[in-house]
């Protein structure tokens, strides 16, 4: 339960709500496309450098690893959307994709070591 006093402390409902029928004047839906605009500029410019560092540190196995999951994300998600039936699955259906990534990320990362090793055995 709620006290009188805790009313200071705003639910994200509650400040939408709030937003779309105080003084501003704006619609919710426009409030989410503003908040998606800021968000994605600020992963923009937090992702920006660290794209840079890891080119100029010629770590492309890296690199590639983090787009191809992106892409594979993106895909299971599209598809999750366009068949209906896959719709209610969407968490479970994630949950796995997530989980193969991670999987791939591991054994890539053991592959690299062993590579590594054999490499600085036979020198």
Do not use: W
Not at 6 to 18: H, L, P, R, T
Not at 89 to 106: A, C, E, H, R, Y
Not at 107 to 117: D, E, K, T, V
């Amino acid at each position: 339960m709620r006290e009188a006093g805790c009313a200071v402390v705003m639910e994200f409902s509650n400040f939408i709500y709030f937003i779309t029928i105080g003084n501003i004047g704006v619609e919710e839906h426009y409030v989410y496309v503003l908040g998606c605009i800021a968000g994605s500029m600020i992963i923009y410019f937090f992702a920006k450098p660290l794209i840079l560092k890891i080119v100029n540190l010629k770590l492309y196995r890296l690199l590639s690893y983090l787009i191809s999951s992106l892409i594979i994300m993106l895909s299971v998600f599209i598809i999750s959307f366009l068949i209906e039936d896959l719709n209610r699955l969407l968490i479970p259906i994630m949950k796995v994709t997530v989980q193969s990534i991670s999987f791939l990320g591991m054994f890539l990362a053991i592959g690299i070591l062993i590579q590594q090793f054999i490499r600085g055995q036979s020198s």
